[in-house]
């Protein structure tokens, strides 16, 4: 049977509907099913970067072995190399594109290793005639930490069944150094968007460690986890991580939260909002913090908790899409990078990656910069640190 195409007539007022659908499935298809061509061969180019440390004197101020990365915003192209004894990175034959370009470095001496950050965002890099284009990134320090950040597990439970389950969330901080530390005091706390050249933390929640001094020790190489909720989240149908031998756990008695008696709360400062302390599973900041006085600085017009940058220890950033550092949360004497890069309720958390050991005990990378210094692990592992999987 031939097929035939049976025309009716439409009343005028569809007319605009009909004409909204159809112009709605063009740009579906047209942003859907359009490429991404990349320029041709010819128009490639060298790019030579110029890693500077103003803090330093003489030849110091040009930094040496440091790892500098392109990252393309269109083509997601990805570079990476090491800088010569004079501070460069050379680039040859990259394409003309937007560019991310994340430099981080090491002055190390006998007393102390200072971190040298650098960054430029959503840079245009192109030149003409196959040239060499030549950049200078000035960078900024900052110096180790001997507790870190150790893992963030904050992207939720796979709905399997039960959608968007966020209550397995944890954080591990871990002893990075050769000596006996404490906890006691010190703060965790997540930061505002929109303040990163800001002298302050805007805190949306604070919770600080219990203790006078000396009561909860953290030993050289330990790993100390802080729950949301320290209970077995094992059991179908959550099926995620067991959180019963947790450290620590946020409660938050307002909420009507879930109390596990048998591990240690957290000492509640401030609360927004939310039943319990809640780590954005999309993108959020999270630093560790020792502040002598956290009320002394106040709130801001949001009720958010002013509290000191400079009391900052550790902090790590995360977000859903990592080549947006034009968002950031840290500056980069805190955090030069952005970890994560995974969905929402993958089930999934990120992790420090293991720099070296040193007679038997681990040593975490501590760059400053999580687009360097975290990886993604299938599967969470608090308590310990992962030495095999990673993503």
Do not use: W
Not at 146 to 154: D, K, T
């Amino acid at each position: 049977m031939k097929n035939t195409i049976s025309l009716r007539k439409t009343s005028k007022s569809a007319f605009p509907l009909l004409s909204g659908l159809l112009i709605s499935v063009l740009l579906y298809i047209n942003c859907t099913f359009e490429p991404h061509i990349e320029p041709p061969v010819s128009m490639r180019f060298s790019t030579q970067i110029t890693l500077r440390d103003t803090t330093a004197e003489g030849r110091d101020t040009l930094v040496a072995d440091a790892s500098v990365v392109l990252q393309s915003i269109t083509y997601s192209d990805y570079y990476e190399t090491l800088t010569d004894s004079f501070g460069v990175a050379f680039f040859p034959n990259i394409i003309p594109d937007r560019y991310n370009i994340l430099a981080t470095g090491r002055r190390v001496s006998i007393t102390e290793m200072i971190n040298i950050n650098g960054q430029l965002q959503d840079t245009s890099l192109y030149i003409a005639d196959n040239d060499t284009l030549r950049l200078e990134i000035i960078a900024q320090t900052s110096r180790s930490s001997a507790l870190v950040i150790s893992e963030i597990y904050y992207s939720g439970a796979p709905p399997k069944p039960v959608p968007q389950y966020f209550h397995d969330q944890f954080l591990e901080i871990y002893n990075n150094s050769n000596t006996t530390l404490y906890l006691d005091s010190l703060i965790i706390a997540d930061v505002e968007y929109g303040f990163r050249e800001d002298s302050l933390i805007h805190a949306i929640h604070v919770y600080m460690f219990p203790g006078s001094g000396t009561e909860y020790p953290i030993e050289p190489g330990q790993c100390i986890v802080v729950a949301q909720d320290a209970i077995d989240h094992s059991p179908a149908p959550i099926n995620s991580v067991n959180l019963l031998n947790a450290d620590f756990e946020y409660y938050v008695p307002q909420g009507g939260d879930v109390d596990n008696p048998n591990v240690t709360n957290m000492i509640q400062l401030h609360h927004k909002y939310g039943v319990d302390f809640l780590y954005s599973v999309f993108r959020d900041a999270l630093v560790l913090m020792q502040v002598k006085d956290p009320f002394a600085l106040g709130y801001d017009g949001f009720e958010r908790l002013l509290l000191p940058k400079s009391g900052v220890i550790d902090g790590v950033e995360y977000r859903d899409n990592t080549s947006q550092l034009d968002q950031k949360r840290l500056d980069a004497s805190i955090d030069a990078g952005l970890a994560g890069g995974i969905p929402s309720y993958s089930g999934k958390s990120i992790e420090r990656k293991i720099e070296r050991i040193e007679e038997g005990r681990i040593i975490l990378m501590d760059n400053n910069n999580s687009s360097l210094d975290f990886h993604v692990l299938n599967t969470p592992t608090p308590g310990y640190i992962a030495t095999t999987e990673a993503e």
